[in-house]
């Protein structure tokens, strides 16, 4: 499968962009589905994660309250509504499929984990 990430640019702090990820090839399966992002000097990250039924959900700390992660089954797509971004949001996101079932609201976190990979879409929030 390959997954093709869309969405990012240049924002101003405060902007509420929308990443979107759309799958080719086979569609998502009974997978966990995730955005990551890596700023300049920083490793890769979570930021969130949805399983197969749309929810349980997952957020980093740093996002909750202000991204929402949706998934669309039926049209293989995988969207982030980022919201009241801010400079440390900087960074390139990427979506990811993790082909391992888990049991409950059990999402991994390390990138190693995942299987899948869209090639990352550039989010610049200036200030």
């Known amino acids: 499968v390959q997954l093709q990430a869309s969405g990012g640019g240049l924002v101003q702090a405060g902007g509420s962009p929308r990443l979107s990820c759309t799958a080719s090839g086979r569609s998502f399966g009974p997978w966990t589905l995730g955005w990551f992002r890596q700023a300049p000097g920083k490793e890769r990250e979570l930021v969130s994660a949805i399983k197969w039924s749309g929810g349980p959900t997952y957020y980093a700390d740093s996002v909750k309250g202000r991204f929402t992660i949706s998934r669309d089954n039926a049209k293989n797509t995988l969207d982030l509504q980022m919201n009241s971004l801010g400079p440390e949001d900087t960074a390139v996101y990427y979506c990811?499929?993790?082909?391992?079932?888990?049991?409950?609201?059990?999402?991994?976190?390390?990138?190693?984990?995942?299987?899948?990979w869209g090639q990352g879409t550039l989010v610049t929030v200036s200030s």
């Open positions: 990811a499929a993790d082909r391992s079932v888990y049991s409950g609201s059990y999402v991994q976190k390390a990138p190693i984990k995942y299987d899948y």
